[in-house]
């Protein structure tokens, strides 16, 4: 994890995203770009007396004043995070920990999965209910578009993060491709447990089987199966999770459908609105 690439959407995470990015940068020595992107333009329109229909132009032009405030404010926080962490920009040094950031004038929400193909791991706020942002088309757009891991962030900023590690298995591509994408996180881990729930799964190997290979990769991993209950698949994954008290789940992104729009379906949808702990994910 040595480049990371930390999502700069002004909202109510935004210091959770920053914090998850530097403790992963501190253990990794990476570099963190904090990256803003400008939101994709309203389609304001305007029609006039003989029926023609014409941008509007003063709301195009509120539209684009408030983009840059945002953006320079974005950068102001970003540079502010630099500092107080006494980190360098990259150009600075050759290697080690260091940081710089970047706007993204165009290509609206789409724009980060683009970027995010040449880091390692992304690092977003998770979608809050009754808020614009951390919005659900640039998470989208990550996880489709970047072919990389993203780290979703919840509100509160963690205190330490990976080393108490669960995986919730479900027996799908996805998640074993975000296991392998998640192996430096893993290997680095005081405590693993694969966690497996009833009726929560694919056709694929078992919980108990990824739990031997990994332990023949040399870790100590446990496993725990447990019963669903009147519990839907993804609050049994957070109640089962934060009883084993971890700090970071690993989990593939939306098994249940590969439509776009189905993303957030099932027990992805209820982690991404409800973890509190930060999540790897992947397709």
């Known amino acids: 994890m040595r480049t990371i690439l930390a999502h700069l959407e002004l909202s109510p995470c935004l210091e959770s995203i920053l914090g998850c990015a530097l403790i992963v940068a501190r253990q990794f020595d990476s570099y963190v770009e904090g990256f803003h992107m400008r939101p994709g333009q309203p389609d304001v329109i305007a029609a006039g007396a003989d029926g023609f229909v014409a941008a509007a132009p003063d709301l195009v032009a509120g539209f684009e004043r408030e983009a840059k405030e945002r953006a320079q404010t974005a950068s102001e926080r970003f540079e502010r995070f630099m500092a107080d962490n006494e980190l360098k920009r990259a150009a600075e040094v050759t290697s080690g920990i260091c940081a710089d950031w970047r706007i993204e004038m165009s290509g609206g929400q789409a724009a980060i999965g683009a970027r995010g193909r040449i880091f390692d791991l992304l690092v977003m706020g998770r979608p809050l209910k009754d808020q614009v942002a951390p919005s659900v088309a640039a998470l989208e757009s990550a996880l489709f578009d970047a072919g990389r891991p993203v780290l979703v962030a919840p509100p509160t900023p963690p205190v330490h993060l990976g080393r108490n590690i669960v995986i919730a298995w479900n027996g799908s591509t996805e998640t074993a491709r975000t296991i392998g994408f998640s192996m430096p996180f893993i290997e680095r881990a005081e405590k693993v447990t694969v966690l497996t729930v009833e009726d929560g799964s694919v056709s694929g190997p078992t ?38 008290g971890a700090d970071l789940l690993i989990k593939g992104a939306y098994t249940q459908s590969r439509l776009r729009q189905m993303i957030f379906g099932g027990a992805t949808s209820h982690i991404v609105a409800h973890a509190r702990l930060p999540v790897i994910m992947a397709n």
């Open 207 to 244: 919980g108990a089987e990824l739990t031997r290979n990994l332990e023949r990769e040399g870790l100590e991993v446990g496993f725990l199966d447990v019963p669903l209950g009147s519990r839907g698949v993804g609050q049994a994954i957070l109640e089962e999770t934060g009883a084993l």
